[in-house]
């Protein structure tokens, strides 16, 4: 049982200092033009509300490296607004929330993520981005 509790915290921590590596390494080019992003060939339409930004069929966006750079280009975006100083984390966290909703339980309304500017109000939400956010997984 301790071997696994040690291996279960070893890939956690692998997860958070590659996730630190690859938001060091993200690079800052990527831009939304009239709403729409370009990651690996395919586009994806961001739609920017009042209170939130929404990715459409985000579930596409399979590697880690892809959503954050989705998420850097909005996060661009926003600064340039002055809208937002949701953490990058925060956002990828909720984003990969809707996408284990979409895959594994069939929620359709998961099939897009609406990322607040500041936060989700809902708590599980909160708790669960933010465990996902930083540890990668």
Aim: hydrophobic share 40%; charged share 30%; glycine share 6%.
């Amino acid at each position: 049982m301790l071997v696994l509790i040690l291996m279960t915290c070893a890939v956690i921590l692998w997860n958070i200092r590659a996730g630190i590596k690859e938001l060091n390494e993200l690079k800052t080019g990527d831009r939304i033009e009239n709403s729409v992003i370009e990651v690996q060939g395919e586009e994806y339409e961001i739609i920017f509300g009042k209170t939130s930004v929404r990715v459409v069929d985000s579930y596409k966006v399979k590697y880690r490296a892809d959503r954050l750079r989705i998420i850097k280009a909005i996060q661009y975006e926003l600064s340039a607004q002055g809208v937002s100083t949701r953490e990058t984390t925060s956002m990828e966290g909720e984003w990969l929330f809707h996408n284990i909703a979409y895959a594994a339980c069939g929620i359709k309304q998961a099939k897009d993520v609406d990322l607040e500017y500041e936060k989700d109000e809902r708590w599980y939400v909160l708790l669960i981005s933010e465990i996902l956010g930083v540890t990668g997984l």
